[in-house]
């Protein structure tokens, strides 16, 4: 029961750090690093709830999470539905309930992720074979498709093998070819990190909990810092000052809705926030390295205690 405790008490440190993160001002100075701590913190949640679930559902196995699931299995291969050690005592139908839970929040959480990356698949498929009819090459951006239409718009659709920039052609009336350049360098960026797959666990859990708006606000903090890291790369190899006035043209041009799938320098949900952008991008500030360390080792420390919890007995 200790190790359930633990990992319930984990689960609801990951919760109080993720709201205190999304009201922190630190992430936007070290974008790279606050994605890290979402990750370490998202996947230390999952693992925690359905840990503490399982831990409390196998503890009269007393062998702890992971070998406990070995016993269960052992117990059910041997006996079937008779499962004298956990259907015993008061809280026996409390354990089976727990069992459960940590089942189906596990198929939920997978669920999410399977059917996410399933729908992003089909529909960049679908989007290239569009583009393959209305968008062409063209020689002030090479490597590029141009989309004939008036608003602005730059995007990528990331793949394994056929990954494509498209640019407008509203971008390219409004853009200058350093401003064009350093557009297109944030959305290699995009491609060459594949932030598309950094995202993916978090529109999962979206998916999995539609109707709570702290997920979606989890979700829209860590698509924002994925667009600073992208702006990150891009302004080491050309102007800030460049790109922050691309964002501007963008924003004040009204851009084009950017289709499902799709990494934009400037997204549809994040219109807003493109201020933000703009402001640290003239201003940057950058996390100090004592402030960096001390996020990374907290992400390890909070993984490795939460995977060793599984390993402990009860």
């Known amino acids: 029961m200790v190790v359930a ?21 630190w992430p936007a100075r070290g974008p790279h690093v606050a994605v890290v701590a979402w990750q370490a913190l998202g996947l230390a949640w999952g693992v925690s709830v359905i840990g503490a679930l399982l831990a409390f559902g196998l503890a009269p196995y007393d062998q702890g999470v992971l070998y406990g699931l070995t016993a269960l299995i052992r117990d059910a291969a041997a006996n079937g539905l008779r499962l004298d050690a956990l259907l015993e005592g008061r809280l026996a139908a409390t354990r089976v309930a727990a069992l459960v839970a940590a089942a189906g929040l596990t198929l939920m959480l997978f669920w999410g992720l399977a059917v996410s990356f399933i729908q992003v698949v089909r529909t960049r498929r679908r989007h290239r074979a569009l583009l393959e009819l209305v968008a062409h ?5 090479p490597g590029a498709r141009v989309l ?19 640019i407008s052609a509203g971008a390219l009336e409004v853009l200058d070819r350093r ?5 297109l360098s944030h959305e290699h960026a995009h491609l ?4 598309d797959l950094v995202l993916l666990p978090f529109s999962s859990l979206k998916r999995a909990f539609p109707r709570l708006r702290f997920m979606e606000r989890c979700y829209n903090a860590v698509a924002l810092l994925i667009e600073m890291c992208a702006d990150d790369h891009a302004r080491r ?7 922050a ?5 963008f924003g004040s041009a009204g851009g084009a809705a950017i289709p499902a799938g799709a990494m934009a320098v400037v997204p549809n949900e994040q219109q807003p926030e493109v201020l933000a952008r703009v402001s640290r991008l003239l201003n940057p500030a950058a996390l100090s390295r004592r402030a960096t360390a001390t996020v990374l080792a907290g992400s390890a420390s909070l993984m ?8 402990l007995p009860m």
């Open 5 to 25: 405790a633990l990992l319930t008490a984990i689960a609801g440190g990951c919760l109080l750090a993720a709201f205190l993160l999304l009201g922190a001002r």
């Open 137 to 141: 090459d063209h020689p002030e951006v």
């Open 148 to 166: 004939d239409h008036p608003a602005a718009a730059a995007y990528c659709l990331p793949g394994v093998l056929n990954s494509q920039i498209v």
């Open 179 to 183: 401003e064009l350049a350093a557009v």
């Open 192 to 195: 060459r990190q594949r932030h």
């Open 237 to 243: 190899r050309h102007s800030p000052r460049e790109l």
């Open 245 to 249: 006035t691309a964002l501007v043209r």
């Open 304 to 311: 490795t205690a939460t995977f060793t919890l599984w390993h």
